[in-house]
């Protein structure tokens, strides 16, 4: 799975992904990612992975700078169609290749995009660098429960479901552990489909070096 394969499947997936990922249990579950979750007014937001704008709604009626990034066009003219606001800048972008300077964003929300991306760690680590020091960082997204192992059907499958954009078979602990000494885990929450979809929050630390 690499962006240009990407770039095809999510064209695909653009007229029908509001259909599958933004009603229904999805719809509850990112409620529940945004429940208790604080902004400030005047705070700079970055959305990682915009998509359809699946996320723009829990976010809109905020006094923030929104930038809304996604790999694939037809995804991003999804959300401009719905979401027509001076505060909010769409930009098509490599979540792997993030184009601000450090330390630019208050808040980072990478939902469903460490289990789409070639390389997750090169995501998080171009998430954590962006994000200012003492900035949260908000993630929803399925990870292999850190005290199961993936099962033999989950094995099995693992490859189609990569076809389709995506992996079932990632660990968070993995894409983290690298990085334990720039963020620390504030929350780790199961929210959907028994612990395989979570909301986990992350504080990025303050580093001498920046």
Same mark, same amino acid.
């Given at each position: 799975?690499?962006?240009?394969?990407?770039?095809?499947?999510?064209?695909?997936?653009?007229?029908?992904?509001?259909?599958?990922?933004?009603?229904?249990?999805?719809?509850?579950?990112?409620?529940?990612?945004?429940?208790?979750?604080?902004?400030?007014?005047?705070?700079?937001?970055?959305?990682?992975?915009?998509?359809?704008?699946?996320?723009?709604?829990?976010?809109?009626?905020?006094?923030?700078?929104?930038?809304?990034?996604?790999?694939?066009?037809?995804?991003?003219?999804?959300?401009?169609?719905?979401?027509?606001?001076?505060?909010?800048?769409?930009?098509?972008?490599?979540?792997?290749?993030?184009?601000?300077?450090?330390?630019? &964003?208050?808040?980072? !929300?990478?939902?469903?995009?460490?289990?789409?991306?070639? %390389?997750?760690? +090169?995501? =998080?680590?171009? /998430?954590?660098?962006?994000?200012?020091?003492?900035?949260?960082?908000?993630?929803?997204?399925?990870?292999?429960?850190?005290?199961?192992?993936?099962?033999? &059907?989950?094995?099995? !499958?693992?490859?189609?479901?990569?076809?389709?954009?995506? %992996?079932?078979? +990632?660990? =968070?602990?993995? /894409?983290?552990?690298?990085?334990?000494?720039?963020?620390?885990?504030?929350?780790?929450?199961?929210?959907?489909?028994?612990?395989?979809?979570?909301?986990?929050?992350?504080?990025?630390?303050?580093?001498?070096?920046?």
């Amino acid at each position: 799975m690499d962006n240009r394969w990407n770039k095809v499947v999510y064209k695909l997936w653009s007229p029908l992904y509001d259909l599958f990922f933004n009603s229904g249990i999805f719809l509850v579950a990112r409620r529940k990612v945004f429940e208790n979750i604080e902004f400030t007014s005047g705070q700079k937001t970055l959305l990682v992975g915009a998509g359809t704008g699946a996320d723009l709604s829990f976010l809109i009626h905020h006094d923030m700078d929104i930038t809304a990034i996604d790999l694939s066009a037809d995804m991003l003219n999804k959300a401009r169609q719905k979401y027509r606001s001076s505060n909010i800048t769409f930009l098509e972008m490599d979540a792997q290749s993030l184009a601000f300077p450090s330390n630019s &964003f208050d808040t980072v !929300i990478a939902n469903l995009i460490l289990s789409v991306v070639p %390389d997750p760690n +090169r995501c =998080f680590g171009e /998430i954590i660098r962006v994000t200012r020091q003492g900035g949260q960082i908000i993630i929803f997204d399925k990870f292999v429960p850190s005290n199961q192992k993936l099962s033999i &059907f989950k094995r099995m !499958i693992r490859p189609i479901v990569a076809v389709l954009g995506t %992996d079932i078979g +990632r660990r =968070f602990e993995n /894409i983290v552990m690298p990085y334990r000494n720039s963020v620390s885990v504030e929350a780790d929450l199961p929210v959907l489909f028994d612990g395989m979809y979570r909301k986990i929050l992350l504080r990025k630390k303050a580093m001498n070096n920046e």
